[in-house]
């Protein structure tokens, strides 16, 4: 039974003679040798140790002996088992006989390496965890179970604060979804995040802060914990932005400086993506500046650059830019102008004339008025087509253009182009005047079918200039489409073209006549488009079956699901739609059955050269027999000779339009063909 409790007991127990021989070994002290108990009677702990180990435990268990008292100690041992030392902790006493006289050494041993080694780790996991950085660790669900002192005193809240919350209540409020989102998506491949991100104290006060999450994972691979580690980094962060501003930003007036500006125009002009849209760069330079300087001392100088500053920055868009060159100098960065250079270049200098008039406003220095005024340079630019240097050079040219001319104005830096806006500028201020005294006349063109007999017809607005005489639409409809007013003009044409059809429903020679007019994309995306249609109709009672509205397909396309809504409202009251330039859209293909339309109209780059062209006449082709499939009408624009109606005829084209059967013409004209014809 002695026997057998000895070597189920997991702990050491042995004993020595006097001669520090072992006379008894357990199963657990010949497993840590890597021996069999009969191997280690008999034998010395010099026999089973490293000499330098065996020789302060044979001295310890001498002075043992001597004294005759148990003492527990811990002691380094070699073992082959492990093979390394081992710390054990080790109870010793003497052994004697009934006499009383010592006869040997008795001991239980306790490997306790892993044990202390454990503890040495949790020391320093605490004295790690109560760093100056803040710590919180969480469960798998991310509840908080425990944070440090630095979490307290970086963000205010207590542990009692924080328990069973969870570290999202850290992020501040507009940032929170965001910032959890990206993390979350990190930690779920990585398992590892870090970031910066903008946190919130207990007092309600945002700071940045940067922030690394690890997930602990159990023996199995599963998340069991997550480790987060934090710093307050306001400090840092006010100091790039410090750095930032001395070395980007003017010390008078907080606007960018050149060097700014010099790095990102280039990082946009090298970045390979070339933008469609124009922007423009404006030099701006203060008139008599040095004599307000020489007069009255730099300070007021400066006084005036402040205000001149803020004046600037309320011309503009919050996205375009405004900096101090030098001196008193300007520069402003306007972007995302227009696709078309004149309308980029009239915006540009629209905003020009605005910070002119801006400077021209009294400034109040030290509680005096001063009258100051500004010269403006110009030039337009895309991303990848000039440098920022000569961008600059440019519209410093076109500056002291301004400045030779008078001051107190503009100039671009290409004359060409300075010509071209003040001419469509001209042309806006006499447009909007046209409308308001209805200028305009509407001209008809006659459409036939394979017999030559008219069907219809297509009213085609022009303009009664004063001065430049009959303008066409291919004049004026653009600008009219920019500046809006081609809303207006939009409503008298189709006012008018009902007016027509009223007066042809009466006479038997043109009451099934159809009349076509055409749509701009801003008036049929009018809220009240339909309402307008409706008013019209019924205001001069005609029948909405003679009535077709020409639409392109970049009108329709836009948003093909509201354009559709729109189309099928007025097809229920009668209302035709006809598709015009079909063939030149990139999508007409594709959504070509969703849109409900009554006819396709070829356009006329086609139809110019079907006679000497293959290609083109395949495509006329092509759609000529999808139009049958659909059942739709297809009509050819822009027919102007016998052999382009003959090819045409004989492809399966059944309608037909252009000034082989009669030009636009004034409605007297028009009325006077089409009686002639008749008869």
Not at 99 to 116: F, K, P, Y
Not at 642 to 663: A, I, K, M, S, V
Request: proline fraction near 3%; include cysteine; charged fraction near 25%.
């Amino acid at each position: 039974m002695f026997k057998l409790i000895l070597d189920s007991t997991p702990s050491m127990i042995f004993a020595f003679d006097l001669e520090h021989r072992f006379t008894l070994a357990n199963r657990a002290l010949a497993n840590f040798y890597g021996l069999s108990k009969e191997a280690i009677l008999g034998r010395t702990l010099k026999d089973l140790d490293a000499h330098q180990m065996a020789d302060p435990a044979l001295a310890f268990n001498q002075d043992i002996l001597s004294t005759g008292e148990a003492v527990a100690s811990e002691e380094m041992v070699e073992s082959r088992r492990f093979r390394g030392p081992r710390r054990l902790m080790t109870v010793k006493f003497p052994l004697r006989d009934d006499c009383g006289v010592a006869i040997g050494l008795g001991g239980v041993s306790t490997d306790i390496t892993e044990m202390t080694s454990a503890e040495e780790q949790l020391r320093i996991a605490a004295t790690a965890f109560e760093s100056q950085e803040g710590m919180v660790v969480t469960d798998a669900q991310f509840k908080v179970l425990k944070v440090n002192h630095s979490f307290t005193r970086i963000t205010g809240f207590a542990p009692a604060d924080m328990a069973g919350q969870t570290p999202e209540i850290l992020f501040a409020q507009d940032d929170a979804r965001l910032d959890c989102e990206r993390m979350w998506a990190v930690l779920r491949t990585k398992g590892y995040w870090e970031g910066e991100v903008k946190n919130r104290r207990k007092s309600g006060e945002n700071y940045p802060q940067h922030l690394t999450v690890t997930a602990v994972k159990d023996s199995k691979g599963k998340v069991a914990n997550y480790v987060l580690t934090m710093s307050d980094i306001t400090m840092r962060k006010e100091a790039e932005d410090e750095i930032q501003r001395l070395a980007f930003y003017d010390a008078l007036t907080g606007l960018p400086n050149r060097r700014f500006l010099a790095q990102r125009l280039n990082r946009g002009f090298a970045s390979g993506t070339r933008s469609r849209e124009h922007g423009a760069l404006l030099f701006i330079d203060l008139d008599n500046f040095k004599f307000l300087n020489d007069s009255r001392g730099h300070g007021v100088g400066d006084l005036l650059l402040q205000q001149v500053a803020q004046r600037l920055l309320k011309c503009v868009r919050e996205g375009d830019i405004v900096a101090r060159l030098g001196g008193d100098e300007f520069l402003v960065i306007l972007t995302d102008l227009s696709a078309h250079a004149l309308e980029a270049g009239a915006r540009a200098e629209s905003v020009g004339e605005k910070i002119l008039a801006s400077l021209d406003e009294p400034f109040e220095l030290e509680t005096h008025p001063h009258h100051s005024t500004g010269s403006i340079g110009i030039t337009l630019f895309r991303e990848n087509q000039a440098e920022f240097d000569e961008l600059l050079k440019q519209a410093d040219i076109a500056m002291y253009q301004a400045k030779h001319e008078g001051r107190n104005r503009l100039r671009f830096f290409d004359h060409r182009m300075q010509e071209a806006i003040a001419e469509r500028a001209e042309l806006e201020r006499d447009l909007r005047e046209a409308i308001q005294k209805m200028q305009f006349e509407l001209y008809f063109q006659l459409q036939v079918d394979q017999s030559r007999i008219p069907f219809a017809a297509e009213a085609l607005v022009r303009w009664n200039h004063p001065k430049r005489g009959l303008v066409g639409p291919s004049r004026f409809i653009q600008l009219a489409e920019e500046t809006g007013l081609v809303i207006p003009i939009g409503r008298w044409v189709l006012e008018q073209a009902c007016i027509r059809l009223e007066a042809w429903q009466k006479n038997p020679r043109t009451d099934r006549l159809l009349l076509s007019v055409n749509v701009s994309a801003r008036q049929f995306r009018q809220p009240d488009f339909v309402d307008q249609v409706r008013s019209a109709i019924a205001s001069h009672q005609i029948n909405a079956h003679l009535l077709k509205l020409e639409l392109t397909e970049s009108v329709l396309l836009e948003n093909i699901e509201e354009a559709t809504h729109t189309m099928d409202t007025l097809r229920q009251c009668g209302v035709r739609f006809a598709l015009d330039d079909f063939g030149t859209g990139y999508s007409s293909l594709r959504y070509l059955k969703k849109l409900p339309i009554d006819q396709l109209k070829i356009d006329q780059s086609f139809v110019r050269d079907i006679t000497v062209n293959q290609q083109d006449r395949a495509i006329v082709r092509t759609i000529i027999a999808m139009a049958s499939n659909l059942s739709v009408d297809c009509i050819a624009e822009g027919v102007e000779t016998e052999e382009e109606y003959r090819l045409l005829r004989g492809d399966g084209c059944q309608l037909f339009h252009g000034h082989l059967f009669g030009c636009a013409q004034p409605l007297s004209l028009f009325e006077a063909a089409l009686q002639a014809q008749a008869s």
